[in-house]
């Protein structure tokens, strides 16, 4: 920027877009907090040319993005939008574990081969250039799915509503129906013995760069076989072998995350509530509510310090096994307890961590490769300490053993993060939780 009295009045002439061979100019326009003819002050300016860029790399469609300011005079200035879109076209194998996490697979299931899916999806990122996503979907192995979604984040002019439909159908020959010492509890079979059928849409409402509103209403259907209904007959609320309900959910999103898959800057706050049962099936009746804050504060040039917390709440006499929560299941979980889950009607957990940047940059790849998108590898790699602790409430009924109920537990721990192509995280961590167990863990999420 040149050195200009931040009180300066600006405006804004022509705003240029290059290097968007398939997005459109509108969903670039829509995240700048300025418009051609407007007049702000310097500072101000100035202020959006930072967050604006982050607000373009959040929009996960660019590989690199640049704002550049282009003084005409004092009072006068264009702007150079230059942008590198991500390869957009995903055509991908499935290879994955169908467990709650690689230590669940690893050690409670003894690195069992036949609880791998596998299949192939198709993603498309950027559909019509709207930054509407398509994802189709079919799987085999420990589960079979067949999915398809597809989701638009503005359907009208003013770009401030969009929508989302997802339609899913999964059928199962090992299903797990209680869990004892905290350890899930699984019955097998060599026919089918649970088949899910679910389909939603959701409108979603962005007032503002950093406020959404998300309003949704899906459909369930799930059948087990009398082999899992006589080992629980909790499964679903009612003593039944079928379950059906519709569902209702508000969700309101705040983020103002610099980088969302792996932020070092800025808050979030999500609160939802989601009723189970409309009245139309008798099958459920239950509401859910969650509540999540989080924090990220930069302490000098490289160190960070991330802190969350959150609390879920189920209101609801009985609750159904198929619709339980708790650490364990995404997205609560407390580290040092990969092994296990805690469930119950009522979770509140603090997660802290220290993360220190050690190495960060690009490695050249192919530079003839035809695909410009893969001719270079970011990388960052962060050093972190950090700290977890949560409370679960009363167990479910159908449990055993529950130990780590109604106390609160938590953990300390080392690691290092990598982040790199197309917002991947690796998290490497050990830590030891409060009974003095210790153990190395390897997950694919960013912790905070």
Same mark, same amino acid.
């Given at each position: ?11 804004i002439g022509k705003i240029y877009i290059i290097g968007n061979k /398939? ?6 326009? @829509? ?7 407007? $007049? ?5 300016? %100035? ?5 604006? /860029? ?9 590989? =690199? ?16 939008? @230059?942008?590198?879109?991500? #390869? ?16 669940? #697979? #690893? ?35 420990? *589960? ?10 503005? +359907? ?12 899913? &159908?999964?059928?199962?020959? !090992?299903?797990?129906? !209680? ?6 509890? &699984? ?34 259907? =799930?059948?087990?076989?009398? $082999? ?17 309900? &519709? !569902?209702?959910?508000? =969700? ?19 609160g939802s509530v989601n009723q189970l049962g409309l009245g139309i ?15 990220? $504060? ?7 310090? %991330? ?6 709440? =189920? ?9 339980? %929560? ?7 979980? +407390? ?16 997660? *802290? ?9 690009? /490695? ?11 001719? %270079? ?11 977890? *602790? ?17 106390? #609160? ?10 982040? *790199? ?28």
């Amino acid at each position: 920027m040149p050195d200009i009295d931040p009180e300066t009045d600006v405006t804004i002439g022509k705003i240029y877009i290059i290097g968007n061979k /398939k997005t459109r100019n509108s969903i670039i326009l @829509r995240e700048l907090n300025f418009e051609e003819g407007q $007049t702000l002050k310097m500072k101000d300016f %100035a202020e959006s040319v930072e967050l604006d /860029k982050q607000k373009l790399i959040n929009t996960r469609l660019f590989q =690199t993005v640049e704002l550049v300011p282009l003084f005409l005079s004092p009072n006068n200035v264009e702007v150079l939008v @230059r942008v590198q879109e991500r #390869w957009y076209v995903f055509p991908a194998p499935i290879f994955k574990l169908s467990d709650r996490n690689f230590t669940e #697979w #690893w050690v409670n299931q003894n690195r069992d081969f036949s609880r791998v899916n596998y299949g192939a999806q198709l993603y498309h990122l950027n559909f019509s250039g709207r930054n509407d996503r398509l994802v189709l979907k079919a799987q085999f192995g420990f *589960t079979k799915q067949y999915a398809f979604q597809y989701s638009i984040p503005y +359907i009208n002019k003013a770009q401030t509503t969009g929508l989302n439909i997802s339609t899913s &159908f999964a059928t199962n020959k !090992a299903v797990s129906y !209680a869990s004892d010492g905290h350890r899930l509890q &699984f019955v097998e079979s060599e026919n089918t013995i649970r088949r899910l059928f679910s389909t939603s849409g959701t409108l979603t409402f962005r007032p503002s760069f950093y406020n959404r509103h998300s309003f949704s209403l899906g459909y369930s259907r =799930t059948s087990i076989a009398d $082999t899992v209904h006589q080992l629980n007959n909790d499964y679903f609320q009612v003593d039944a072998n079928l379950q059906e309900y &519709f !569902a209702f959910s508000y =969700t309101y999103n705040h983020d103002n995350r610099d980088y969302v898959a792996y932020p070092l800057k800025g808050n979030k706050f999500t609160g939802s509530v989601n009723q189970l049962g409309l009245g139309i099936f008798d099958d459920i009746n239950m509401l859910t509510t969650r509540v999540e804050f989080s924090t990220y $504060t930069p302490i000098g040039q490289k160190l960070s310090w %991330a802190n969350s917390i959150d609390v879920y709440k =189920t209101f609801t006499d009985e609750i159904p096994y198929l619709v339980r %929560a708790g650490f364990g299941y995404s997205p609560n979980f +407390i580290r040092g307890y990969e092994r296990y889950v805690v469930e119950s009607d009522f979770l509140t957990s603090y997660r *802290t961590s220290m993360r220190f940047q050690i190495l960060k940059g690009m /490695k050249q790849l192919n530079r003839r490769s035809m695909i410009e998108q893969f001719r %270079a590898l970011p990388y960052a790699f962060y050093l972190k300490v950090f700290m977890d *602790t949560g409370y679960a409430g009363d167990p479910l009924e159908s449990n055993s053993n529950n130990f780590y109920n109604n106390k #609160w537990i938590g953990s300390v721990g080392v690691g290092v993060d990598l982040v *790199t192509l197309y917002d991947f995280v690796v998290r490497f961590e050990y830590s030891m939780n409060r009974e003095g167990d210790t153990g190395f863990f390897v997950n694919f999420r960013s912790a905070l």
